[in-house]
């Protein structure tokens, strides 16, 4: 590696440390410069979120005394939130730290921890020579251990790989090529510090003697949270995005709802089936197999709903309306997800002489037939009414 080129990024986690008598984890980040092996770790109480990562990046440039051309990571979203064809979408809120700081992003494929083996081996490294085994009075006792181990013996040891210490190896050689690093205005050393909660099942997290609602979709899920002039912030703790916002009570005991937190899901439910009909452009067609999807899956039933509608978008696009046929072999079977139903469509696509336009029954259509069958779990034995009672 070119001197200020690369440092690698990784985190990791050890349970079971004891601090002040008690088995707790320890998060940590390490940091690696690959040309000289310097090393730089953070640790933490809880679980690394998107903000508390760029605090720690400040913390390793402000240590090592400078900034690298680029920074390596897997593909974890605190940093890139998807990865398509190679092709990054980055965590915003990183991006923009990163942007401002003036180092590029680079994400590893998927995979291939290869690619960033020396912080790989650095987080090895921490867990069972620098924590494992050890005991601390408290929290800032561990702090203090690890700041002394990183300065006293990981970057003063002879490195296996250059046969010398990182620490000399980093001022002969590498300090003078890193680039100067000012802590970026984006990064507010007042800000408020984010915690964690847990979201119960009727999707409300405790703060402070009252109760705060999230999205259904987080309930029994942690979640980041923070209070910063007079609001209480919900974030998601993989990509920060905040995801619920009230105003701070200062009684005890009360329960602070947004109304919408509870009727998302089933707005969006009742919209996938709307858009589902106006796709096939055959309303008895798409309540069938809403109720196919619905009896089969009834816990992930929205997801369901979602991917059956991308996978007949796409066929649809493609190919064309799905033949008679072709519904009324997909209907007649007892158990089908989004996933079956891609195969089958793929199945059918490779042979499509295997199913004629004989299969179809002419006494009932497929949707008929399937709605009279699945009516009776909402209700309705005929079939009538299903889509109240789909969702």
């Not at 001197?3 to 985190?11: F, I």
């Not at 309930?219 to 995005?241: F, H, M, P, T, Y």
């Not at 072709?326 to 199913?355: C, F, M, N, S, V």
């Amino acid at each position: 590696m070119v001197p200020g080129e690369q440092c690698q990024v990784d985190g990791g986690e050890l349970r079971g440390v004891m601090i002040g008598g008690t088995e707790t984890t320890v998060y940590f980040t390490v940091f690696v410069l690959s040309y000289s092996r310097l090393m730089s770790v953070s640790v933490s109480d809880r679980p690394i979120d998107t903000d508390l990562l760029i605090r720690q990046h400040d913390a390793a440039f402000r240590y090592f005394g400078g900034m690298p051309q680029e920074c390596v990571y897997d593909q974890t979203k605190l940093v890139v939130i998807n990865e398509t064809f190679r092709e990054l979408t980055l965590n915003q809120r990183f991006h923009q730290y990163a942007t401002a700081a003036g180092f590029h992003i680079r994400s590893c494929e998927g995979y291939d921890p290869e690619s960033k083996g020396k912080v790989e081996a650095g987080v090895k490294y921490v867990k069972h020579n620098g924590l494992y085994g050890e005991t601390f009075a408290d929290w800032r006792d561990l702090e203090q251990h690890v700041a002394d181990w990183q300065e006293r013996i990981a970057n003063q040891r002879l490195h296996g790989s250059t046969g010398q210490s990182p620490r000399a190896l980093y001022d002969r050689e590498e300090k003078a090529k890193m680039l100067p690093y000012l802590t970026p205005s984006c990064l507010d050393a007042t800000a408020a510090v984010v915690v964690t909660r847990k979201a119960d099942k009727t999707g409300l997290i405790a703060w402070q003697s009252n109760k705060y609602s999230v999205p259904m979709a987080y309930q029994n899920a942690r979640v980041g949270v923070c209070e910063q002039d007079g609001r209480l912030r919900i974030s998601d703790l993989s990509s920060g995005e905040v995801i619920a916002e009230h105003g701070v009570c200062l009684d005890k005991g009360q329960i602070i709802k947004n109304t919408h937190h509870y009727r998302d899901r089933e707005l969006r439910v009742e919209t996938l089936e709307q858009e589902l009909q106006q796709l096939l452009a055959k309303p008895d067609l798409a309540l069938a197999l809403c109720a196919v999807l619905k009896a089969t899956s009834p816990k992930i039933y929205k997801d369901q709903l979602a991917g059956a509608k991308q996978v007949l978008a796409e066929h649809i696009r493609s190919h064309g309306a799905l033949p008679e046929a072709l519904w009324q072999r997909l209907l007649d079977t007892p158990r089908l997800t989004a996933t079956g139903l891609k195969e089958r469509l793929a199945a059918y696509q490779r042979h499509p002489e295997r199913i004629t336009p004989a299969e179809a029954k002419p006494t009932a259509s497929p949707a008929s037939t399937v709605l009279a069958r699945y009516g009776a779990l909402h209700g309705h034995p005929t079939g009538q009414g299903v889509s109240h009672g789909v969702h």
